[in-house]
Every structure is written in structure tokens, then in C-alpha cells.
Nanobody, 124 residues
Framework: QVQLVESGGGSVQTGGSLNLSCAVS????????AGWFRQRPGKEREGVAG????????GYATSVRGRFRISLDNAKNTLYLQMNGLKPEDTAMYYC?????????????????WGQGTQVTVSS
């Protein structure tokens, strides 16, 4: 059973930074794809960034490109999301997910496991 545990969320002011972590444990395939999503109250879950365990970055949401960076430490089985230049509109619950690599990284329906989420709040 694959388990994902996020951490690193919190409250910051506009322009601040946070580094989210997602520890992946359990019986994962040697290669897989992973991603960060976020969900605001009353909104659908939206893709923020996706990555392949081989190191290839699959993409970023337009709204975060140039401010956020996704990375994966295979030795630690940990996924990261470095978030810089945070804005109030980045406020959301952030989730990490893993999947096989078929289909678009932006589609939450392709993800087979999710973490419990970590809250990010950005104040103006």
C-alpha cells in the first residue's frame, strides 16, 4: 500500500516562500509520475506541477510558472514543491499524488494515491 504524507504548509505574507514536502512510502513501482495539486473551497482540484521519477518535469500551471519549482529526491522518496513569490490567490489545500505515467499530469483522475493535504494560506 502506497502512502503519501505532505508537510510544510503554513501561513505567510504576500511575497513569502514555503517548501512543501511529500514523503512517499510503500510498494511503489521503480518509476512513476507524481504531481502537486491544490484545491480552494468550492473549487475543483487543479494541477500545479508534475514530474517523472526519471527527473523530467512534466509541466507547471501557468499561474505558478516561474515562481514554483517541483523536484524529486529518489533516494529519499520525497517530492518537493518550492513556492516563492506567494500570492493570496495561492491560498489552498495542497495535495501530492502519484500515478502511472499514462495520460496528462494535470488530470487528477489519473492519480491512484493522494496525501492528506497541507494548508497554505497567503495573506495580503
Amino acid at each position: 500500500q502506497v502512502q503519501l504524507v505532505e508537510s510544510g504548509g503554513g501561513s505567510v505574507q504576500t511575497g513569502g516562500s514555503l517548501n512543501l514536502s511529500c514523503a512517499v512510502s510503500g510498494n511503489t513501482d521503480s518509476t512513476y509520475c507524481a504531481g502537486w495539486f491544490r484545491q480552494r473551497p468550492g473549487k475543483e482540484r487543479e494541477g500545479v506541477a508534475g514530474i517523472y521519477t526519471g527527473g523530467t518535469i512534466l509541466g507547471y500551471a501557468t499561474s505558478v510558472r516561474g515562481r514554483f519549482r517541483i523536484s524529486l529526491d529518489n533516494a529519499k522518496n520525497t517530492l518537493y514543491l518550492q513556492m516563492n513569490g506567494l500570492k493570496p490567490e495561492d491560498t489552498a489545500m495542497y495535495y501530492c499524488g502519484v500515478r502511472g505515467c499514462a495520460g496528462s499530469w494535470t488530470n487528477p483522475g489519473f492519480y491512484t494515491r493522494w496525501g492528506q493535504g497541507t494548508q497554505v494560506t497567503v495573506s495580503s
